[in-house]
């Protein structure tokens, strides 16, 4: 049965720094690997998709990165912004289904 | 941009009652999913459906559940006899041929 977790489960961090949120997982048969972030009582944004066939992929100030043998992703977030602070869902893409983790709540104070 | 939708926003209903969450995803997506967050745990995955039918379901999704797809645009999970413990946030997602899926605002059950 997947597992997966996320850490740290939050963080606090000054405008401008840049970050990594990590994610394992631990059967490394995976299809996929999705991002999300999620603000607080709203629904879920896909931020990156990772097919298991690649590394990483890259959108703006986000770069996720995957290593699918040692069960481990990393999202990296360049020049955090107040408006970054959300919660950051990690979720390991099956065949159908989705397994999601915890959940890094992320706090960019100006 | 396409998105999914989902009716209600917030739906309360009183325990034994039925509820039906209605989503529309995505026009040209295939597969459809329901997932649901209990208030400060993970998103749990409940039911997958592809080709008119269930391609996969839960633990959760107990004979308490069904999902419907009653025309061309519309997605519904109906829960027959709700339970205190069914309270939660119940988010639709679609996708397509990639597999990225796009989930809707979710709909937020609370079960008095």
């Known amino acids: 049965k997947q597992e997966v977790t996320q850490i740290p489960a939050a963080l606090s961090v000054p405008e401008g720094e840049n970050l990594v949120l990590n994610c394992s997982f631990t059967?490394?048969?995976?299809?996929?690997l999705q991002w999300f972030r999620q603000d607080p009582g709203k629904g879920l944004t896909s931020l990156l998709l990772?097919?298991?066939?690649?590394r990483e992929q890259t959108s703006g100030r986000l770069n996720a990165s995957l290593d699918k043998s040692s069960g481990r992703s990393t999202l990296y977030i360049a020049a955090s912004q107040p408006g970054d602070s959300a919660t950051y869902l990690c979720?390991?893409?099956?065949?159908?289904?989705?397994?999601f983790g915890t959940g890094t709540r992320l706090l960019v104070s100006p | 941009e396409p998105e999914v939708t989902q009716t209600p926003s917030h739906q309360v209903t009183q325990m034994g009652q039925e509820v039906i969450l209605r989503c529309v995803p995505i026009?040209?997506?295939?597969?459809f999913y329901w997932y649901r967050q209990i208030l400060g745990q993970k998103v749990e995955f409940l039911v997958s459906?592809?080709?008119?039918?269930?391609?996969?379901k839960s633990e959760i999704f107990d004979d308490q559940f069904s999902v419907e797809r009653p025309d061309g645009s519309n997605f519904t999970l109906k829960i027959r006899s709700t339970k205190l413990e069914d309270s939660a946030m119940y988010f639709c997602?679609?996708?397509?041929?990639?597999?990225?899926?796009?989930f809707g605002p979710g709909t937020r059950l609370t079960v008095t």
């Open positions: 997602a679609s996708r397509g041929k990639i597999s990225e899926q796009y």
């Open positions: 059967d490394s048969a995976i299809y996929n």
């Open positions: 990772i097919q298991s066939s690649q």
């Open positions: 979720a390991v893409g099956g065949f159908q289904k989705l397994v």
């Open positions: 026009s040209n997506h295939l597969y």
């Open positions: 459906f592809y080709n008119n039918e269930i391609s996969e």
